[in-house]
T-cell receptor, first 109, second 114 residues
Framework: KNEVEQSPQNLTAQEGEFITINCSYS?????LHWLQQHPGGGIVSLFM???GKKKHGRLIATINIQEKHSSLHITASHPRDSAVYIC???????????FGQGTRLTINP | SAVISQKPSRDICQRGTSLTIQCQVD?????MFWYRQQPGQSLTLIAT?????????ESGFVIDKFPISRPNLTFSTLTVSNLSPEDSSIYLC???????????FGPGTRLLVL
């Protein structure tokens, strides 16, 4: 079993729909990151969470430390949101990130 | 924040040759990370590079195949040696910056080995 599991692996939705991507992890963590990777390969850091909830524009990220679970939500989705979304965690006392397999999101106009 | 640039952005190389990838950061950082992303896969850490010391390699990666230089706090290079088609991947440089451990990634170098 991977330390970081994401679901779904692939998600296709219509423009305007509310999107939820889930991330579960099995170890105690000091931080959880949500990353966005566009087809060209470059990665953008969306959020770093250690507790609670963060919001940036149409993106919302939540984390439940007790349940070892995080969600990334996109409101009013748009075709430009189409990308791979990656969850990554840093274990307590660790230097490196452990990555989920990613969720490929496609928003159709 | 940290802005990272990588060179080259992409390359096509012949089997048996080597490719050196450069990573430049616009601020001084202690730790730089090199990742590989094979087609359809997530990121795998190759090594951690600290300025002034030898890079620390992850299991499955060795210095002879992936030599790393870290001459100062803003620059690093990763060389992928003796290329084979299995080395075809995206290679990404990453740093941590800021007191809240925000992770920044370079735009990646897309390598195709023929």
């Amino acid at each position: 079993k991977n330390e970081v599991e994401q679901s779904p692996q692939n998600l296709t939705a219509q423009e305007g729909e509310f999107i939820t991507i889930n991330c579960s992890y099995s170890v105690g963590i000091s931080a959880l990151h949500w990353l966005q990777q566009h087809p060209g390969g470059g990665i953008v850091s969306l959020f770093m969470l250690s507790s609670g909830k963060k919001k940036h524009g149409r993106l919302i990220a939540t984390i439940n430390i007790q349940e070892k679970h995080s969600s990334l939500h996109i409101t009013a989705s748009h075709p430009r949101d189409s990308a791979v979304y990656i969850c990554a965690v840093k274990g307590q006392g660790a230097q490196k990130l452990v990555f989920g397999q990613g969720t490929r999101l496609t928003i159709n106009p | 924040s940290a802005v990272i640039s990588q060179k080259p952005s992409r390359d096509i190389c012949q089997r048996g040759t080597s490719l050196t990838i450069q990573c430049q950061v616009d601020s001084q950082v202690t730790m730089m990370f090199w990742y590989r992303q094979q087609p359809g896969q997530s990121l795998t850490l190759i090594a951690t590079a600290n300025q002034g010391s030898e890079a620390t390699y992850e299991s499955g990666f060795v210095i002879d195949k992936f030599p790393i230089s870290r001459p100062n706090l803003t620059f690093s290079t990763l060389t992928v040696s003796n290329l084979s088609p299995e080395d075809s991947s995206i290679y990404l440089c990453s740093v941590e910056s800021g007191g809240v451990e925000t992770q920044y990634f370079g735009p990646g170098t897309r390598l195709l080995v023929l």
